[in-house]
């Protein structure tokens, strides 16, 4: 009997909302790693959270999206038992890392939302996604931690910040394989922060008009891209955001019918 929890996500299913004996493709399974939040207007405590847009774009782009709880501690980043069925991993935005992260002190007053556990979980996570070459699209928090985990650095706060900010951004590389026809976006930026010194195998691909990095290519980890915008923010007026999501979809559904194989 299949299991749709615990199986791999590669596998075919029948549903109950198909002819009897109609197998149909299953949605790749992308984990997104959750984010605390002090406060919600739906929870009498502190959460765990998923932007609503983010979620909706993953599914408007074919996949299921599924938020993880960030755990510290061996079990709570023992990956290879928790992705287990996870055909794509997001990285999705957030509060601030930490500057002892990347070998700094505090600088700015404009820090916010630093958490431990979160630093922890996403380092360990984006660690392993790179290894083990599972396709994984960064945004936002997520492109800046995982610039850090691969030795960069942050400027802590810019004299200029992205803050609900609209610009048009060119990729200079990569525009196929991120599934645009054409080579450039409208980019919705929500940073206060931009990356500084780049880490090992961190390409640059796309820049703001100010010569922020906007875009980045991960060599040496499969499919591997990051972005510093909100894809989520424009995709249904956008087409060229959708188009990047759709793209990370397609690469996740492709390694899992590889590992199938294999």
Not at 155 to 179: C, F, K, R
Not at 186 to 194: I, W
Request: charged share 20%; proline share 6%; with cysteine.
């Amino acid at each position: 009997m299949y299991d749709s929890f615990s199986s791999p996500s590669r596998k075919f299913a029948e549903t109950s909302h198909c002819p009897k004996g109609t197998l149909v493709r299953a949605r790749p399974r992308i984990a997104i790693l959750g984010r605390f939040a002090e406060h919600t207007s739906a929870t009498r405590y502190s959460a765990i959270v998923t932007a609503r847009r983010v979620a909706e774009l993953v599914w408007q782009a074919g996949g299921e999206p599924l938020t993880m709880l960030p755990v510290s501690g061996a079990a709570g980043c023992d990956w290879s038992e928790r992705l287990n069925g996870i055909d794509g991993v997001l990285m999705p935005g957030g509060g601030d890392i930490d500057p002892a992260r990347y070998g700094q002190e505090p600088s700015s007053p404009e820090l916010y939302d630093i958490d431990p556990i979160q630093d922890e979980a996403d380092l360990s996570l984006i660690q392993y996604v790179f290894e083990q070459r599972i396709p994984v699209l960064t945004i936002c928090r997520g492109t800046q931690i995982a610039n850090v985990a691969r030795g960069g650095s942050m400027h802590q706060h810019v004299d200029e910040p992205h803050l609900h900010h609209l610009a048009e951004v060119t990729i200079e590389d990569a525009g196929g394989e991120l599934g645009l026809a054409g080579q450039s976006v409208q980019a919705s930026c929500y940073h206060h922060q931009a990356l500084a010194e780049l880490g090992a195998g961190v390409v640059p691909i796309a820049f703001a008009a100010e010569g922020y990095v906007e875009a980045v290519r991960y060599e040496d980890a499969g499919w591997a891209y990051g972005l510093q915008w909100h894809p989520e923010d424009n995709f249904d007026t956008d087409p060229g955001q959708l188009a990047i999501v759709r793209a990370f979809i397609a690469a996740s559904a492709a390694s899992a019918a590889s590992a199938v194989r294999a």
